[in-house]
């Protein structure tokens, strides 16, 4: 560990004292101390929205860490870096983690890709138990076990941790390796910006020089003809040259309207394998897992009672994430029945009806007294924005919809305008109770 890492660890172990666990997990967990020169501590986070985050709430609490270790009066400057396994600080981990509890996976290592979705964080049942193992054989023999692996099921059932875990295994293996994990709403707009700037040769080079191939949500390519004429000559050459391919969508390749049936059978071709919605058992399993992963020891019975309202695996996140947060809140670490109750809102199971984007936008728009001109509108007031990002947020969590599909209803605004969107909301949840209590207030209203 070199000078700047020690330094850095030592600031974070005051910080970690100073703020929330959900704080320091959600914020501080990954970031890194770049350099500090000529009284400037240069402070790398991976992206803009965690920057924005720490300078408004703790740049004070972080000078003054700083400050203290460096006996110097500090300037604080952000950069939006991601951490490298080189540059990754060793203290990213909370200051009271055993050494045996530090996650093996480096921090930021991979683009789109989450560090914490790992084979040992995922809960496994009957309903999963085949994909499972399939995505254990490929993250162990990539290119040799199952090529393509086709991974389908509906929303919310752990598609996206699975294969994110394989990328990360196989980057354990061999940080060389050239994985992309990119979704089919980004894979169309890297070919529509390459035919639009003629410049085909370099977004060939980049799919076609990969190592492992994952892309999730494959459904929405169908009908786009230029894009699945790409991915299918992309497929082949991979498939030749001994890299792996795993696709995920929400039904099996033979379902997939209005998809070229050369490219149905290069999807089918090599092992097609389902995951079930998660039964009751397995939520809870879920909820005892995510807890333990963020710091805290929950009950069974506690597991239950979430496992009891929420269906699908990002719905018993957000649940846990606003125990979790009530918690912090009172200033404690002890999670009781009674405190899980008053953060899930009641006692009573929750009524399921389907929902659509309009019953969302509807909901919200009473919630915050505006009108849907408004939301779906150019202006960019504080309220509105806020009434519009929370608005993007359930129509993602609740309704599974792309970021394309949101910006669409929500005025036609660009799908990384959403991504922000929906990214920023993650993150406040996490550790705004404000926000918590709209959310769960709003989502009361949708669900009657």
């Known amino acids: ?143 040799r076990s199952y090529n393509p692996l086709f991974i389908y099921g509906p929303v919310g059932v752990g598609k996206t941790h699975l294969m994110q875990a394989i990328a990360n295994e196989v980057y354990s293996q061999d940080p060389d390796n050239k994985i992309i994990y990119i979704t089919s709403e980004e894979f169309t707009n890297e070919v529509v910006e390459a035919i639009r700037s003629n410049d085909t040769a370099r977004m060939k080079k980049k799919f076609r020089s990969a190592n492992l191939l994952i892309i999730d949500d494959v459904q929405f390519i169908a009908g786009k003809d230029r894009v699945q004429e790409e991915l299918f000559h992309t497929f082949n050459s991979l498939i030749d040259g001994g890299a792996q391919i795993i696709l995920s969508s929400d039904r099996p390749p033979s379902e997939i309207k209005k998809l070229e049936a050369r490219l149905s059978s290069r999807f089918a071709g090599g092992l097609t394998v389902d995951i079930e919605a998660p039964d009751f058992e397995l939520r809870t399993a879920i909820v005892l897992k995510k807890a333990e992963k963020f710091g805290y020891n929950i009950s069974i019975e506690i597991a239950k009672k979430i496992a009891e309202r929420e269906q699908d695996v990002r719905s018993l996140e957000g649940a846990l994430l606003r125990v979790i947060t009530q918690a912090s809140t009172l200033g404690g670490n002890e999670i009781t029945e009674d405190l899980a109750e008053k953060a899930l809102g009641g006692n009573n199971k929750k009524e399921f009806h389907t929902l659509h984007a309009e019953d969302v936008i509807n909901t919200a728009c009473e919630f915050y007294k505006i009108k849907p001109t408004q939301l779906k509108g150019p202006k960019r007031e504080a309220s509105l924005v806020r009434a519009r990002q929370v608005t993007m947020y359930l129509l993602k969590h609740e309704l599974g919809l792309t970021l394309v599909e949101i910006g669409n209803i929500l005025g036609g605004r660009d799908h990384t305008t959403v991504m922000h969107g929906v990214e920023k909301m993650e993150i406040l949840s996490t550790s705004n109770q404000l926000l918590n209590e709209e959310i769960v207030g709003i989502t009361k209203m949708m669900r009657g």
């Open 1 to 143: 560990m070199d000078s700047t890492e020690k330094l850095w660890k030592n600031i974070l172990s005051d910080i970690e004292i100073e703020v929330s666990r959900a704080n320091f997990l959600t914020l501080f967990k990954h970031t890194a101390l770049i350099s500090f020169e000529d009284n400037i501590a240069t402070i790398a986070a991976p992206s803009t929205m965690v920057i924005d985050l720490l300078q408004k709430r703790f740049k004070e609490t972080i000078k003054k860490a700083v400050d203290k270790h460096t006996k110097q009066d500090a300037d604080i400057l952000f950069i939006a870096k991601t951490i490298t396994v080189e540059e990754k600080v060793q203290g990213e981990v909370p200051l009271f983690a055993t050494k045996e509890e530090r996650p093996k996976m480096p921090v930021g290592h991979l683009p789109r890709v989450r560090p914490d979705y790992i084979f040992d964080t995922l809960a496994v049942s009957d309903a999963n138990r085949l994909a499972y193992e399939s995505a254990k054989n490929v993250a162990k023999n990539p290119g």
